[in-house]
């Protein structure tokens, strides 16, 4: 190896061997090196020469050949459109796809009786129903969760839950198809006048998508948890004529959403052209549970008494009820009564046989309004007798009835109380058969059975005579509508009490259009005989009078019961 001197270039030295390694160039050695193309050196693009870079112009040659494409036509401007082409807008779909998607709904999965609340933002605000899966959505401008819907899953068509019309996305066009009415009558049921007027006239049998067999009113609803309390009380009040007819015919868009959702469920339980045999309370559970702040929630169970009086009140300030005013609003006006109350105070003097027994002294005497009347049971037998002819003891209505009669008089506090109802008597009378009692220690059931018949109940010994109101002597009969019950199921428990009783309600619901009855329990429906009605535990009535009866003067003149 020559040696070379400090000053000499390295560039002049053509024969300076390679700093790798030997194994390296020993590899370099073998391997073919193929001929390198031309311009270039060792493999290596060379760098033009100065002189040539000014007479070259790529990236001016690369964008002069860009434009001749461009305006031959061969490529489109990108300046023109986005990197990522977003679909067109439409006002109205193109000739001859009017029908597009619709093939893609599926009717078997909309479920419209759940809260009106996006899947994604969880908003109750312009709300849309994706009609192929059936999930909420919020909006359908570009940026809204149903247009992102329809691009991620292709899924088009949707249903504005508010105003009911229907469009596709992304497109964002309105479908006029008559084809989609049906979906528009589940989503909001509404019967005109004559319809509803013929309810409890004609008998009337509908089937559902997957044709079975239902008739409209009385079909199931869905017990989510333990909202059996809540079926059972909205069953037997979408029974009730008047006030039935009511919420299915005004219209209630400006009042609170508590009104809005009962008048809403009661239209879904008449349905006639409904998808399914059963409905879901869910919407109308959810806006109580707000409204009682989670006094009535779907998953603890609630007496159903209880909420019957909550829910009757809350429902009267709904639809424009007035606090003071009696008789204000529809529910008042169907089952509001007056009651007159004398009491007495129990002195000292008084014996102990005597102590019930109204005295010559002052009686104070004051008149309320009811919408419940609570009857009181006698108490249970604590031991069968020689020949259990107590096992399941029984009373008649119409026994326990005489707590109204104005002579039974009752020990309440430190006086002797006794009721009596007045004229005029409402067109329906709710009765509370009170069977739980609760101390410091313990909450009792009394089992007794309360018979009574399910027509021409004669309610005129409990009414105090006015002659102005009602001819005396004239019998004033109610007919029963529906009958709650009460059923105590054995519950297996781990805890230190061992079973524990389950509270199962059912109600027992007349249809006027055939004179049957039916029981209803969550999602089961069933014929019942009218004759054994009284064999449950009934725990609420409802009792409806009778039409053709005087009301009112006796200048109206005499009506046949």
């Not at 053509?14 to 390296?24: F, I, L, N, Q, Y």
């Not at 078997?108 to 759940?114: G, H, I, M, N, R």
């Not at 909006?139 to 105003?163: C, I, W």
């Not at 909420?307 to 009696?326: C, D, E, I, M, Y």
Request: hydrophobic content about 35%; some cysteine; glycine content about 4%.
């Amino acid at each position: 190896m020559s040696k070379r001197h400090a000053l000499e270039p390295l560039e002049d030295v053509v024969d300076a061997p390679s700093p790798a390694s030997k194994r390296a160039r020993v590899e370099d050695e073998e391997m073919a090196t193929p001929e390198p193309p031309n311009g270039t050196a060792n493999g290596h693009l060379m760098r033009p020469r100065k002189e040539d870079e000014e007479k070259v112009d790529i990236l001016g040659a690369d964008a002069e050949e860009h434009a001749e494409l461009v305006e031959a036509g061969a490529l489109v401007d990108e300046a023109d459109e986005p990197a990522v082409g977003a679909p067109k807008r439409q006002k109205a779909p193109e000739a001859g796809y009017t029908d597009l998607y619709l093939d893609t709904i599926d009717r078997k999965v909309l479920d419209f009786d759940f809260e009106k609340l996006c899947s994604v933002t969880l908003s109750n605000i312009n709300v849309y129903a994706c009609l192929v899966c059936g999930k909420y959505f919020q909006g359908r401008g570009p940026k809204s969760q149903a247009y992102f819907h329809a691009l991620d899953e292709n899924h088009h068509v949707y249903v504005n839950m508010e105003t009911k019309k229907v469009y596709v996305l992304p497109e964002g066009y309105e479908v006029m198809s008559k084809s989609l009415e049906d979906i528009k009558f589940v989503v909001d049921p509404r019967l005109s006048k004559a319809e509803v007027a013929r309810l409890d006239k004609e008998p009337k049998v509908s089937w559902d998508l997957s044709n079975r067999e239902y008739i409209p009113g009385f079909i199931g609803m869905n017990n989510i948890k333990a909202n059996d309390y809540f079926n059972v009380v909205i069953q037997a009040l979408s029974h009730v004529t008047p006030l039935r007819n009511y919420f299915m015919l005004e219209n209630l868009s400006g009042r609170p959403q508590l009104a809005q959702r009962f008048s809403t469920l009661v239209r879904k339980i008449w349905n006639p052209r409904a998808f399914k045999t059963h409905v879901s309370p869910h919407e109308l559970l959810q806006e109580i549970a707000l409204r009682s702040s989670k006094r009535f929630t779907l998953t603890d169970q609630s007496d159903p008494v209880d909420f019957l009086s909550w829910f009757l009140n809350n429902l009267h300030l709904a639809v424009g009820g007035s606090k003071t005013k009696p008789g204000s609003s529809i529910v008042q006006k169907v089952f509001q009564g007056t009651l007159k109350i004398e009491s007495q105070e129990i002195t000292a003097r008084a014996d102990a046989g005597d102590r019930l027994r109204f005295e010559d002294a002052a009686v104070n005497t004051s008149v309320t309004k009811f919408l419940v009347l609570t009857l009181d049971l006698p108490a249970a037998p604590l031991f069968q007798d020689a020949l259990e002819k107590n096992i399941i003891p029984q009373v008649p209505l119409t026994t326990v009835l005489n707590k109204y009669n104005g002579l039974q008089a009752q020990e309440k506090m430190k006086n002797r109380v006794r009721y009596r109802l007045l004229h005029p008597l409402p067109p329906y009378l709710l009765f509370h058969i009170k069977r739980f009692s609760k101390n410091k220690f313990v909450s009792e059931r009394n089992p007794t059975i309360v018979t009574f018949p399910a027509q021409s109940l004669d309610m005129s010994p409990y009414v105090e005579p006015n002659p102005k109101e009602y001819p005396p002597g004239e019998p004033i009969y109610y007919d029963l509508v529906a009958n709650i019950t009460h059923e105590a199921v054995k519950k297996k428990d781990d805890s230190v009490e061992g079973e524990q009783d389950m509270k199962v309600w059912r109600v027992q619901l007349k249809d006027r259009s055939r004179d049957e009855w039916y029981g209803v329990q969550d999602l089961f429906v069933e014929k019942e005989r009218g004759e054994t009605l009284f064999t449950k535990e009934s725990y609420v009535q409802v009792w409806e009078r009778r039409r053709g009866q005087p009301s009112g003067s006796v200048n109206k003149g005499k009506g046949k019961a």
